[in-house]
């Protein structure tokens, strides 16, 4: 399993998303992760191409995007990252792993925003 050589702050905040979407089954797409974390979308973009790198998070294009939309990428954490992701926010940030992820449509400190659900709208796996 590839680490990070950095843990910075952004890639807290962007494992504590991913955790959190793993646990309700939500993929992510980077505008959702973005706006969750308020990184700016190039550092957003960066940090995803990062963990995909790793394999600690998979991408993959929407299946069926919505009618004059592009299609998104949706991410979800892999079976190694999950547990690379759990063990960097257990030492770095426990009260991550402690507060439940926020119902869709409210805010949660200190992520903005969090994510949509997108059910159904991933590819096979």
Same mark, same amino acid.
């Given at each position: 399993m590839s680490f990070p050589t950095r843990i910075t702050n952004p890639l807290l905040m962007v494992l504590e998303v991913f955790v959190h979407a793993f646990e309700s089954d939500t993929p992510l797409h980077g505008w959702a992760i973005k706006k969750a974390t308020g990184l700016s979308g190039a550092a957003t973009y960066k940090m995803l191409d990062r963990l995909e790198d790793a @394999?600690?998070?998979?991408?993959?294009?929407?299946?069926?995007?919505?009618?004059?939309?592009?299609?998104?990428?949706?991410?979800?954490?892999?079976?190694?990252?999950?547990?690379?992701?759990?063990?960097?926010?257990?030492?770095?940030?426990?009260?991550?792993?402690?507060?439940?992820?926020?119902?869709?449509?409210?805010?949660?400190?200190?992520?903005?925003?969090?994510? @949509?659900?997108?059910?159904?709208?991933l590819g096979p796996r």
């Amino acid at each position: 399993m590839s680490f990070p050589t950095r843990i910075t702050n952004p890639l807290l905040m962007v494992l504590e998303v991913f955790v959190h979407a793993f646990e309700s089954d939500t993929p992510l797409h980077g505008w959702a992760i973005k706006k969750a974390t308020g990184l700016s979308g190039a550092a957003t973009y960066k940090m995803l191409d990062r963990l995909e790198d790793a @394999h600690w998070i998979a991408g993959q294009w929407e299946a069926n995007p919505e009618p004059g939309k592009p299609a998104r990428r949706l991410y979800r954490l892999t079976p190694t990252g999950l547990p690379a992701a759990r063990a960097i926010l257990a030492e770095r940030r426990p009260a991550a792993l402690r507060r439940p992820a926020p119902e869709h449509g409210t805010a949660a400190r200190p992520l903005r925003g969090f994510f @949509h659900p997108l059910p159904g709208r991933l590819g096979p796996r």
